[in-house]
Structure formats: structure tokens, C-alpha cells
């Protein structure tokens, strides 16, 4: 009977001590992940605002944290497309956006973008130039697309299309950009707006080319004003 309830209280003593190590250990993992998640997050936002990594001194997180304190400023927006430096100063639904900020000037702006694509929901950023018209740069962080085909988003072929098109049309109207099925001809009036699709991902094409137009008619408001106080300051 007396090893009997040793066995037990020695069983239930190093159940709890593994318990204890096991949940610490997963507090530990899970609070890396987040900050993992969070690092790759802001080196995405610099990578669509036009920073590149040097191929012989790649970016450690450090040099990420820093370039991002020192480069991007982030501030948000209400449905008019108010600017507020803090999230609290906007009662409900802020929009984000991030500022790159060279010398004290705007050198352009990113937005998050997400929406359907063949296999899930797929997650990156848009940066525009400071004109509000010209795309400066587009990265995906996240997605479910089959490698080869819809996969190819996040490839550097796919993103360096979108480099110098433009939002607007003649009249100063948001068109966004389409992702087409197949290439872009020189002769399409509206080859401005038009980038090359991936062969075989018809409808992930289609799912960038919808929910870009989604949000970005979202800032618009913003966007409009930016372009107005440019038409302004060339007078």
C-alpha cells in the first residue's frame, strides 16, 4: 500500500513538473512565432516601399528593426481619409498605413492588402509612390497557392510587373490594376493599369486584381487628397 501511494504521488509529482515545462516551453515557442510573425511582417512592408537586401550582407532582425524604426512611420485613417498618428484618435474601423520617410519626405506609402485567392486567403502589401498614383512595389507574405502555378505571386518576376503602373485613369479616376490572362500588349490603350497573368492561375489572377481594387478603394478618400494637394503644389 505505502508504494503504491509512492508510485502515485512520484507519477503525479513528474506530471506536473513535465506540465509546467512543456506549457513554459510553448509560451516560449508561441511568443517567438508572434515576434517571427511580426519581423517578417515589417520586412515585407520595406521590401513593397523599395528596400532590397544586399545578396553579401543579408538582413539579420536587427538590421530589420532598425531600418524599420528609422524608415517607416506608421499612421491611420478614418472613412474620409483623415490622417491620425494614433489608432485611439479614430472611434471605430481605423484604416492602416505605412509611410517610408527619406530625408523628412514621403517617398511613398503601403497598405495591407488581403482577399481570395484558389486555395485561401492570401495576405501582403501595396506601395504606392508619392504622387498616389504610381505602384511602387507589391509583396505577398502569405498564401495557399499551389507552388509553380498560383504560387508564383510571391516570385520576383510576378511582383516587378506591377513596378511603374499606374492607378488612375486620364481623369484622375481610381481603376486599379487587373491582373490579365495571359501577356500585356504595347497596343492596349489600357496597358497602364494591366500586368502579365500567371500561366495555369487564371483565378488567382483574379482574386489579386479583386481585392486590390477592394482596398484600394478603401484609401481612396486618402489617396484623392494626396493627389489634389500635388495638382495644387505643380500650379
Not at 29 to 45: G, W
Not at 53 to 67: G, R
Not at 213 to 219: A, E, V
Request: net charge positive; glycine share 8%.
Amino acid at each position: 500500500m505505502r508504494n503504491n501511494s509512492y508510485t502515485l504521488i512520484f507519477t503525479s509529482c513528474v506530471t506536473i513538473v513535465l506540465g509546467i515545462i512543456i506549457a513554459t516551453t510553448a509560451d516560449n515557442l508561441r511568443e517567438r512565432q508572434k515576434t517571427n510573425e511580426e519581423l517578417d511582417i515589417k520586412k515585407n512592408i520595406l521590401y513593397a516601399l523599395g528596400y532590397k537586401q544586399n545578396i553579401d550582407n543579408p538582413w539579420t532582425n536587427k538590421i530589420v528593426e532598425s531600418l524599420y524604426n528609422n524608415s517607416i512611420n506608421e499612421i491611420y485613417l478614418d472613412h474620409k481619409g483623415t490622417a491620425y498618428q494614433k489608432q485611439k484618435d479614430i472611434e471605430k474601423n481605423p484604416l492602416k498605413i505605412y509611410q517610408r520617410i527619406d530625408n523628412g519626405l514621403i517617398t511613398g506609402y503601403a497598405i495591407p492588402i488581403e482577399g481570395k485567392g484558389l486555395w485561401g486567403t492570401m495576405y501582403g502589401y501595396f506601395a504606392i509612390e508619392p504622387d498616389a498614383v504610381t505602384v511602387k512595389g507589391i509583396t505577398f507574405y502569405r498564401h495557399k497557392e499551389t507552388p509553380g502555378l498560383g504560387g508564383e505571386v510571391d516570385k520576383e518576376w510576378f511582383k516587378n510587373n506591377f513596378i511603374g503602373k499606374r492607378l488612375v485613369d486620364n481623369d484622375g479616376k481610381l481603376v486599379s490594376i487587373e491582373v490579365i490572362k495571359g501577356f500585356v500588349s504595347d497596343k492596349d490603350p489600357e496597358a497602364y493599369r494591366k500586368v502579365d497573368g500567371i500561366s495555369g492561375a487564371t483565378i488567382t489572377g483574379k482574386g489579386v486584381t479583386t481585392f486590390l481594387k477592394k482596398d484600394l478603394n478603401k484609401y481612396e478618400p486618402y489617396f484623392k487628397k494626396i493627389r489634389m494637394l500635388n495638382e495644387i503644389e505643380s500650379l
